[in-house]
């Protein structure tokens, strides 16, 4: 299983970018997904998570200006980011809880992506 991370960039104070998160892998059902960053000098902070069954919490760094979502069919999550500030600049990570498929067993497996760089500048 992989999770792929795109869509980061540099963009202006106030602009918008929106992470894509894709999972792949055979026999896979993604249960959880969360979105992380972390800015230099600082730990790894959950910015945005969506269960398999749709409930959403956000930090509240980010409450009303992101919005994460998913797409079931395509094992596809999302994070959309408006009203973008300089401290929202850091790697930004997704994470998934991944339910693998086999032989009639499911087993849960948590994986990372491998984190786009978002750039804000004033």
């Known amino acids: 299983v992989q999770l792929q991370a795109s869509g980061g960039g540099l963009v202006q104070a106030g602009g918008s970018l929106r992470l894509s998160c894709a999972a792949s892998?055979?026999?896979?059902?993604?249960?959880?997904m969360g979105w992380y960053r972390q800015a230099p000098g600082k730990q790894r902070e959950l910015i945005a998570l969506i269960t398999a069954r749709g409930t959403i919490n956000y930090a509240d760094s980010v409450k009303g200006r992101f919005t994460i979502s998913r797409d079931n069919a395509k094992n596809t999550g999302y994070l959309q980011m408006n009203s973008l500030k300089p401290e929202d600049t850091a790697v930004y990570y997704c994470?998934?809880?991944?339910?693998?498929?086999?032989?009639?067993?499911?087993?849960?497996?948590?994986?990372w992506g491998q984190g786009t760089q978002v750039t804000v500048s004033s």
């Open positions: 994470n998934a809880d991944v339910w693998i498929n086999y032989n009639s067993r499911a087993n849960l497996n948590n994986y």
């Open positions: 892998g055979s026999s896979i059902t993604v249960n959880n």
